[in-house]
């Protein structure tokens, strides 16, 4: 039961080859490197550790030797690369000046290649738009929004207004505000200061540490109604997941969120039909709405605000309805 057939991945065509004379004696993973030139010793070393290179039929070690007559059989590994290439993508540019851009990012779009998404993200859409873009470290983004987040979003044109608007975002200078609807009930305005880190036991998760880094939301009751909030949401810091491991610490999990809010959280009394509609809500209710700073020429505040998008709406419409 070699490790390959466990599922590890999809493969390319199998390849086998006996070993020759002036291979005899010799270490897999070298002989492997001579034999199978197309791949380098380091992923050759790496798939004999999986289990998808084979000697006689045989999982053997990198350093176990073999022998004249010998075969190894590989099973390779397709590897899938990043891809920072220009690609079509669809998304709104609000306002564009010399230095930069406002977007307003849909959600279920990716800021840029990475593990997990290869393409199709918002930086290689960007490239595609702007190809000037390509000078500039992750095509210009400065700032960014979780895949299944909406809103404002600003992206540098230029490497003057990227190092400014850095250095503004540093010294907490730029205003974000953000739209949240989520389950649980509150009144008036409140701040949440808690650090935030790595879940311990899920590394692709965050939450709230001692050790963290210093996280601060401030949060206002816009309404409610039967038992679900729309929540203003102003961060002063800008940590990975911060409004939504926030919320969810106060009771007031976001509608939709498959991280933070994984039991979909309903409110007393909800009617089934409301239930079944909140829970097939696809993605989490979170919109970036309002981002203002200090223009780098002008020095005047520049403001921009996009309204709540229409899946947004019509959530809310719902909730009110009951």
Not at 92 to 120: A, Q, R, T, W
Not at 239 to 262: C, E, F, M, W
Request: glycine fraction near 6%; include cysteine; aromatic fraction near 10%.
């Amino acid at each position: 039961d070699p490790l390959w057939s466990r599922g590890l991945g999809d493969v390319y065509k199998r390849q086998l080859l006996k070993v020759l004379e002036d291979n005899n004696n010799m270490r897999l993973d070298v002989v492997a490197a001579r034999m199978f030139s197309d791949y380098s010793r380091t992923q050759l070393k790496k798939w004999i550790l999986q289990g998808r290179v084979l000697v006689n039929g045989d999982i053997c070690q990198p350093k176990d030797s073999v022998y004249e007559g010998d075969e190894i059989e590989i099973h390779p590994l397709k590897e899938i690369k990043v891809s920072w290439d220009p690609e079509k993508i669809e998304f709104e540019v609000c306002y564009e000046e010399e230095d930069f851009l406002i977007i307003n990012k849909p959600f279920g779009l990716v800021m840029h290649p990475g593990s997990g998404c290869y393409n199709g993200t918002l930086a290689n859409g960007l490239l595609y738009k702007y190809p000037e873009l390509i000078n500039l470290p992750r095509s210009g983004i400065v700032h960014r929004l979780d895949k299944d987040t909406s809103g404002v979003l600003v992206v540098a044109k230029t490497e003057s207004f990227r190092n400014y608007f850095i250095q503004e975002m540093q010294e907490r200078k730029v205003i974000k505000k953000y739209i949240a609807i989520s389950v649980g009930d509150t009144i008036g305005s409140f701040e949440i200061n808690e650090p935030l880190g790595r879940d311990s036991k899920n590394r692709t998760k965050m939450a709230i540490r001692s050790d963290g880094k210093e996280s601060i939301s401030f949060v206002k009751l816009i309404s409610k109604s039967n038992g679900y909030a729309i929540l203003d949401v102003l961060i002063e810091t800008g940590r990975t997941h911060q409004i939504r491991v926030h919320l969810a610490s106060k009771n007031l999990p976001i509608i939709g969120d498959s991280t933070y809010n994984t039991r979909k959280k309903i409110a007393k009394n909800t009617s089934p039909e409301l239930i079944k509609y909140i829970r097939e809500f696809p993605r989490q209710a979170l919109h970036a709405a309002h981002l203002s700073f200090f223009h780098p020429t002008s020095n005047e505040l520049f403001e921009w605000f996009i309204p709540m998008p229409d899946d947004m709406k019509e959530l809310e419409n719902n909730i009110i309805l009951g």
